[in-house]
């Protein structure tokens, strides 16, 4: 059984950082593509990033300079590493893996979702 769970949100003023954490049970980080996706309240899921086993990464356009996704193959954990953080990142961030093809711009794509955590900025 297949299971995601994210770590690290919390809520910080603008400007500041957070790290997520994505711990992967029954599933080898390394097969595939993972990512990060997110929802805010009242609005539809957008993509944040993605990376798939050769290291290829891709981001949507606001977060392009700000964040950075990794993966530590050894223990299993997909990471966000979010700096320079607005009011406008404020969203429920979920963990994501198993697509039929590696993307941020379709969620439908993704098979497997954690449960999220919650990323607050305050002006």
């Known amino acids: 059984q297949v299971q995601l769970v994210e770590s690290g949100g919390g809520s910080v003023e603008a400007g500041g950082s957070l790290r997520l954490s994505c711990t992967a049970s029954?599933?080898?980080?390394?097969?595939?593509?993972m990512g990060w996706f997110r929802q805010a309240p009242g609005k539809e899921r957008e993509g944040v990033a993605v990376i798939n086993r050769d290291g290829y990464t891709s981001y949507e356009n606001s977060v392009k300079g700000r964040f950075t996704i990794s993966q530590d193959n050894a223990q299993n954990i997909l990471s966000l590493q979010m700096n320079g953080l607005k009011p406008e990142d404020t969203a429920m961030y979920f963990c994501?893996?198993?697509?039929?093809?590696?993307?941020?711009?379709?969620?439908?794509?993704?098979?497997?979702w954690g449960q999220g955590t919650q990323v607050t900025v305050s002006s």
């Open positions: 029954g599933y080898d980080i390394n097969s595939d593509c």
């Open positions: 994501v893996a198993h697509p039929r093809f590696c993307t941020v711009h379709e969620s439908s794509a993704f098979a497997y």
